[in-house]
């Protein structure tokens, strides 16, 4: 079996962290001729990723993902090259793993009737701005097979593609448009997860691998655990760090990879909290408390619980028969060695908490979310 396989990579910091290696040397065992495509011009840091591909593009990042795959199929490789393979592998790097063989997969789904599959399958459901969507096949680990690859329809597709501007854009232009214009086209589809129905029941609108990661790598061999699973705002967080506590209790992979990958995205992602910051803020106050009882806010108290620290409860301005045990702010007795962690993701929130603690507590009681 013949496989191209395209990698689109990207960082705001230009650096190849040591998953994106372990995810490369993975993916040579399951194709014939790998393209990485970098998201960057400018220099990169860390390993040579050219020691693990057999050619290195570097562009300008435009058009997310979906623009790395149009130039890599319409400009670096040619419409003609295609020809030679038998299956196209599409994915970035927006996920750890794999922790189980890659070659696995392919054995499995080599059983499988189907023209085009991925890991996970995304139940029917509505985008923020309300545009309804159709269950489709998840667009980070695409596999496309030799009927689609030299089809009019999937050229035609990437061709008249527009670099999406917006993350919205990319999901609705490419990952439900490329679903969309196979499937219309009578190409059938196919996804790893749908061979464990079973035991893997996804809801309208939930994403599985946000929602089930624990379920997808235990239950199911999805050999990934995605990156955004980890954020503080995901409602299956909890599974995410069960997940990852499954992973290192069995030896599936170096969870290092994902600490270290963690604890740097950590300092400049937009609504997260500096986890070495953190780390150094839990050990300098006596007592800790956690300012918010929503998703973010039972999330954080989650992490504390996996790292083994230990909080106070959690505070708010005002309580509501949901908010349990959470206690107002005007009744905890702050005392001036107690820190505050405040845990919520949306900045208008974060700042309006900040203007109401600030003649209330000493700054060096306070730490908040990365704005």
């Not at 790998?34 to 570097?58: H, M, P, T």
């Not at 464990?196 to 809801?203: D, E, F, K």
């Not at 905890?332 to 603690?357: H, N, P, S, T």
Request: a negative charge; proline letters at 2%; charged letters at 25%.
């Amino acid at each position: 079996m013949k496989r191209l396989c395209i990698c689109v990579i990207y960082d705001q910091e230009n650096i190849i962290d040591s998953y994106i290696i372990h995810m490369l040397k993975e993916v040579k065992t399951c194709c014939t001729y790998l393209l990485v495509v970098c998201n960057a011009k400018s220099d990169w840091q860390g390993e040579d990723i050219s020691l693990y591909a057999d050619r290195v593009v570097y562009r300008e990042n435009v058009g997310y993902d979906a623009g790395g795959y149009k130039d890599a199929l319409c400009i670096y490789t040619g419409w003609s090259s295609l020809d030679a393979y038998d299956e196209l592998i599409l994915l970035n790097d927006s996920f750890y793993g794999p922790f189980y063989p890659l070659q696995r997969i392919f054995q499995t789904m080599d059983a499988v009737i189907a023209d085009f599959w991925g890991l996970t399958r995304s139940q029917a459901g509505m985008m923020p701005e309300g545009m309804r969507y159709e269950a489709h096949i998840q667009s980070y680990f695409l596999v496309f097979r030799k009927a689609v690859i030299r089809s009019g329809a999937f050229r035609t597709f990437w061709e008249l593609l527009t670099y999406p501007h917006t993350m919205d854009e990319a999901i609705k232009d490419f990952e439900l448009g490329i679903n969309k214009c196979l499937k219309r086209n009578g190409f059938r589809d196919a996804a790893v997860s749908d061979l464990y129905s079973s035991v893997l029941t996804a809801r309208k609108n939930e994403n599985p691998y946000m929602e089930y990661p624990l379920q997808l790598i235990r239950d199911c061999m999805i050999p990934i655990l995605k990156y955004k699973a980890l954020f503080f705002g995901n409602s299956g967080y909890a599974g995410a760090l069960k997940a990852v506590r499954f992973i290192q209790e069995n030896n599936l992979y170096s969870t290092e990879y994902i600490e270290k990958h963690i604890m740097r995205k950590s300092k400049s992602e937009k609504g997260w909290i500096d986890f070495e910051v953190l780390e150094k803020f839990q050990k300098t106050h006596r007592r800790i408390f956690i300012y918010g009882f929503g998703t973010y806010g039972k999330n954080l108290g989650l992490y504390f619980q996996y790292r083994g620290w230990e909080t106070e409860g959690f505070l708010v301005t005002s309580t509501t028969e949901k908010d349990g045990q959470a206690i107002p702010f005007e009744q905890a007795q702050i005392e001036a060695d107690d820190g505050i962690v405040v845990a919520v993701g949306k900045r208008q929130m974060c700042m309006e908490i900040q203007a109401y603690l600030q003649n209330k507590c000493k700054e060096e009681q306070l730490l908040f979310p990365n704005l």
